[in-house]
């Protein structure tokens, strides 16, 4: 099961690629690093493909083009203008491929980037800034080319108005057209080894199209909401809508990227259309019913018992395949909002992980198809185990007055709640650390001082989560502890998590092989009061800021590694979560009318949509889609 209280419910939403950002100094620039132009930017060794590639191993440039798919989403939309996505209305999920950006990334290599817009890159060897180059060629849906004055004018609107943007490149503090197909961003510092490549990831947006006025003649706004059709310059376009239900896109038959090696065998649906529905029991309803086509089934009872019975799975025309996810690190959780002053406490935090049940959750609800977190980036080799050693404790000691001594003497480990021994021990523990804390149980309630009850809210948007939160729930009442569990609507939702306006709540934090500067948004101390921002929990610590640093400054893969891991196991200590449960698979069904290349891509789970295709034979047999 898993949710997320900040990305998308969209079943392919992507996340943009971790970077790291920092401070100057000295050290080892990337191979691409010695300002000659390159195809490419990678952090680790050389780019598998040369500059001469054709197409990704894992599309086939053979693949038909055509066929419609629907992509069934969670909620609503009343917004099709990215800018402000994340602050003001719900974005439609599927908006944002029609932008095209500077680069895009690989999906079976890690860290590596490709030109999209731009055919070339080139970084100054000290690393204070990297140019662009764009193609010749690459143009708007309504035949106007793409410029250096888009990129920088985008670069700025979303620096300006995007609170993700404004943190993620908080360091770049110019962009200025320097030739006629030329872009150059200049950083605040040098040395910074990622900040080259991750500049290619923000969706290039047409100035001329929203500095104009609309068919009423109404000046267009690009720092409010939208439902009027933006204009794009990707592989599809945005045919029509109904807003909060549905969304059609078709693909672009003059694209003008359609024959670049990195889309060769991409994008090959003919039409894209995007399905709303407004709870997670009515998708699962909605798929059986042949209303979409192509679900992650992240919930493990559904998994388990929902499917196999069925018709369509039994003959074939639904299908039901795992695939391996790899590369990928999570923390999944539920999340103490610690700016409130009962939450404020490590010990009390650690008493709600001594009294929830995982293992009895694990077998009765979750049919044991899940792992128990014990990581920020569970999965990935970057977990922190054991005990610090080499690197890694080098980096505490140096913050020894400022971590929690346990990192040194206590490997972190969730509470085991195996056997009745176990759970009575457990909530033995959790009221000690109350009591230790300032509270007492008085007629069977956990008060403070003043004799007020600890009472907690869950807040969620899906009623899934029900029968999770409301055995927690329960266990909680055996401690005193007066919980309860609250739904409500997601644009309510997701309001309120804008504005941090919630006591405990579920959401995860999704981690590539190579943090970076997204841990500041995550966990950095100026986040924590930004509204919007993903530090969900309120983590102002400043060895958690000096940690963070530390991550972005390693000079090597060892030192990124042992950085994030003292990272990890500080962010541990400080119990400001109690971490939930994943899988290493990726759980799939569909409707059994596409195919794909036999080779899928090494980090992506299964790829679809986007290198597999409508396949007419498989449809003959299952019907076409309606």
């Known amino acids: 099961m898993t949710h997320s209280a900040v990305t998308r419910r969209l079943f392919n939403g992507t996340l943009l690629a971790a970077c790291l950002v920092r401070p100057a100094g000295a050290q080892p620039a990337p191979p691409s690093a010695d300002g000659a132009w390159t195809h490419a930017l990678t952090l680790m060794g050389t780019p598998k493909y040369g500059p001469d590639f054709t197409h990704f191993e894992y599309a086939d440039p053979k693949a038909p083009k055509g066929g419609l798919v629907r ?324 980096i505490l000691e140096g913050l020894k007055d400022k971590v929690p001594p346990a990192v040194f003497t206590t490997p972190y480990k969730n509470p085991v709640n195996d056997t009745p021994e176990a759970v009575r021990a457990n909530l033995r523990e959790a009221v000690r650390l109350l009591k230790e804390a300032g509270y007492e149980l008085k007629g069977g309630q956990m008060v403070d001082k003043a004799g007020t009850p600890l009472t907690v809210e869950f807040l969620e948007f899906q009623n899934t989560f029900e029968r999770v939160i409301l055995p927690f729930v329960a266990q909680l009442k055996l401690i005193g502890i007066g919980a309860t569990l609250r739904v409500i609507d997601q644009a309510q939702y997701q309001n309120r998590m804008r504005n941090f306006d919630f006591e405990i709540t579920t959401t995860g934090w999704p981690e590539s092989l190579s943090p970076g500067n997204e841990q500041r948004e995550y966990w950095g101390s100026v986040a924590a009061d930004k509204p919007g921002s993903r530090n969900l929990i309120g983590v102002k610590d400043p060895a958690i800021d000096a940690l963070i640093d530390k991550l972005v400054y390693a000079s090597d893969r060892e030192g990124v590694v042992a950085a994030t891991r003292a990272l990890d196991r500080v962010l541990l200590a400080h119990d400001f979560v109690v971490p939930q449960w994943a899988a290493d698979r990726q759980r799939t069904l569909r409707w059994n009318r596409f195919s794909h290349p036999p080779v899928l891509p090494l980090y992506g789970g299964s790829g679809y949509p986007t290198t597999w295709w409508y396949d007419e034979a498989l449809a003959a047999k299952t019907g076409a889609p309606r």
Do not use: C
Request: aromatic share 12%; glycine share 10%; net charge neutral.
């Open 71 to 394: 992509l069934g989403a969670q909620g609503g939309f009343d917004n099709l203008n990215i800018v402000v996505s994340g602050l003001k209305g719900d974005l439609e999920g599927g908006v944002t491929q029609i932008y095209d950006t500077l680069a895009t990334n690989a999906s079976d290599e890690p860290s590596t980037s490709y030109g999209l817009l731009a055919e070339a890159v080139r970084v100054a060897p000290d690393l204070g800034s990297v140019v662009y180059r764009l193609r010749e060629g690459p143009k708007w849906h309504d035949g106007t080319p793409i410029t250096p004055d888009d990129v920088v004018w985008s670069f700025d609107i979303l620096k300006a108005n995007s609170p993700f943007y404004a943190s993620y490149y908080h360091t770049v503090v110019k962009a200025e057209a320097t030739g006629p197909r030329e872009i150059t961003f200049t950083f605040a510092e040098k040395g910074n080894r990622e900040l080259p490549q991750v500049i290619g990831q923000f969706p290039i947006l047409p100035k001329h199209w929203w500095t104009a006025k609309d068919a009423q003649g109404r000046p267009r706004n690009v720092t409010e909401t939208t439902l009027e059709i933006p204009l794009g310059s990707g592989p599809y376009r945005l045919e029509k809508f109904e807003p909060g239900r549905t969304a059609t896109y078709t693909r672009v038959a003059d694209y003008w990227g359609k024959d670049l090696p990195v889309n060769a065998g991409r994008n090959n649906f003919g039409t894209l259309r995007y399905e709303y529905f407004r709870d997670g029991t009515v998708l699962v309803e909605a798929l059986k019913g042949d209303l979409y086509d192509f679900r992650v089934e992240n919930i493990a009872r559904n998994w388990a018992t929902a499917y196999d019975d069925f018709p369509a799975v039994k003959d074939g025309r639904l299908v039901k395949e795992a695939f391996p996810d790899r590369g990928n690190g999570i923390m999944q959780a539920f999340v103490f909002n610690t700016r409130k002053d009962k939450f404020k406490d490590q010990r009390v935090r650690r008493a709600f992980n001594l009294a929830m049940n995982y293992e009895e959750m694990n077998k009765a609800l979750f049919f044991g198809l899940y792992k128990r977190i014990d990581s920020y980036y569970f999965g990935s080799e970057l977990a922190a185990s054991g005990l610090p050693e080499g690197r890694e404790k080098e």
